[in-house]
T-cell receptor, first 114, second 115 residues
């Protein structure tokens, strides 16, 4: 079946540290890939996306590259800030007659300390 | 401004009662989704709809019901058959199947508590 797997959290980093959150997927077809961020008590916000292999999504210093050969979409940021503390979700959606179902990973909580 | 609105933000329910959570979008999106989120856990899909008057069960549909009579509205009813309804409920919408730019937009969520 179709699924998304993220590294388990919580991840605790010091300010200005390098961040990687791993995400791998299984999909029958050609998914689009997303990273969403959720701040406490709120809904999810789209952070970045990639719609085809080798695409790089980027936003607010975060980046992720769609790697079809390794079925991965790892999230990276060179220097995290306290304000980046949140839960991050990797997700995929299958288009083109795959039902349009949006599938999420389990989320990774990030805590950045001053 | 276009967006997706959930109401109420907080909802309290007595055991044995049905409650309905509202979700409205003015983004002209075809697809809408309901997710449940429990503390420290990810999102689990309850129901989704790709078009008006049609919807499909997600992974945890038991004890829930939905309707999609209008494109902009996708209400979720939590019935008394749902044994553990206390959770954070999130509604989302997207352009839908076949659309190239298909990211989902989320509401702010409804926190349901059974008292």
């Amino acid at each position: 079946g179709n699924s998304v797997t993220q590294m388990e959290g919580p991840v605790t980093l010091s300010e200005e540290a390098f961040l990687t959150i791993n995400c791998t997927y299984t999909a029958t077809g050609y998914p689009s890939l997303f990273w969403y961020v959720q701040y406490p008590g709120e809904g999810l916000q789209l952070l970045l996306k990639a719609t085809k292999a080798d695409d790089k999504g980027s936003n607010k210093g975060f980046e992720a590259t769609y790697r079809k050969e390794t079925t991965s979409f790892h999230l990276e940021k060179g220097s995290v800030q306290v304000s980046d503390s949140a839960v991050y979700f990797c997700a995929l959606i299958l288009i083109y007659n795959q039902g349009g179902k949006l599938i999420f990973g389990q989320g990774t909580e990030l805590s950045v300390k001053p | 401004d276009g967006g997706i609105t959930q109401s109420p933000k907080y909802l309290f329910r007595k055991e044995g009662q049905n409650v309905t959570l509202s979700c409205e979008q003015n983004l002209n999106h075809d697809a809408m989704y309901w997710y449940r989120q429990d503390p420290g856990q990810g999102l689990r899909l309850i129901y989704y709809s790709q078009i008006v008057n049609d919807f499909q069960k997600g992974d945890i549909a038991e004890g829930y019901s939905v309707s999609r009579e209008k494109k902009e509205s996708f209400p979720l009813t939590v019935t008394s058959a749902q044994k553990n309804p206390t959770a954070f409920y999130l509604c989302a919408s997207s352009k839908g199947q076949g659309a190239w730019n298909t990211e989902a937009f989320f509401g702010q969520g409804t926190r349901l508590t059974v008292v």
